[in-house]
């Protein structure tokens, strides 16, 4: 499978201030979707990235708070906005190409304070 | 709707003794269901996949899962537990590998501690 690297790996960030990650995959891909991993928890889909169109947010998720862009078939970034100590979690990138299962980068661990 | 349900959150065994993780699915059509490991700090590696192929699917580090429709069941087990194996171990299903069907849904995780 093909391999996504992910950007910053880990940051520390203050309240009310935004955060955008990258995800960067070495070959194109068909889908990438962005999850989210709170603390002791399961893995929750945000979003869809569509390549060249709006971002599918899942039921509870919204553009204002995570926008996200994909201006090509092999990166995506996922910004956090107006951050507040529950956004706390890590954030992973997944890719997959039709027919193939999905692979995932090695997340991004943010801790708000 | 789909959905996994992984009992239990966490397991513990001995050094070489027999792994048994279990995973509950619930899928509308026929599912696609998967074993990913977790090791700390790390990002998730599959261990194997069904695809309506084979039911009884091998994977990597001597893991091996059986599809049961009847019971609904993806159970993942290793006959030998190595200390190597500790991590947390996430079981997910799909619709399928193309478009919006290839979003996964997760269990909560399993925690698998291996004693010495």
């Known amino acids: 499978s093909a391999v996504i690297s992910q950007k910053p790996s880990r940051d520390i960030c203050q309240r009310g201030t935004s955060l955008t990650i990258q995800c960067q995959v070495d070959?194109?891909?068909?889908?990438m979707f962005w999850y989210r991993q709170q603390p002791g928890q399961s893995l929750t889909l945000i979003a869809t990235?569509?390549?060249?169109?709006?971002?599918?947010?899942e039921s509870g998720f919204v553009i204002d708070k995570f926008p996200i862009s994909r201006p090509n078939l092999t990166f995506s970034t996922l910004t956090v906005s107006n951050m507040s100590p529950e956004d706390s979690s890590i954030y992973l990138c997944?890719?997959?190409?039709?027919?193939?299962?999905?692979?995932f980068g090695q997340g991004t661990r943010l801790t708000v304070v | 709707a789909q959905s996994v349900t992984q009992l239990g959150s966490h397991v513990s065994v001995s050094e070489g003794a027999l792994v048994l993780l279990r995973c509950n699915y619930s899928s509308s059509v026929p599912p696609y269901l998967f074993w990913y490991v977790q090791y700390p700090n790390q990002g998730l590696q599959l261990l194997l996949k069904?695809?309506?192929?084979?039911?009884l699917v091998k994977g990597i580090n001597g893991f091996e899962a059986e599809f049961k429709k009847s019971e609904t069941s993806f159970h993942l087990t290793k006959p030998s537990a190595h200390m190597s194996d500790a991590a947390e171990y996430f079981c997910a299903v799909s619709d399928g590998f193309t478009g919006a069907n290839s979003k996964l849904t997760f269990g909560k995780g399993i925690t698998l501690s291996v004693r010495p």
């Open positions: 990235a569509n390549q060249g169109s709006e971002a599918t947010y």
């Open positions: 070959s194109q891909v068909t889908m």
């Open positions: 069904y695809t309506s192929a084979a039911t």
């Open positions: 997944s890719a997959n190409r039709a027919g193939t299962e999905a692979f």
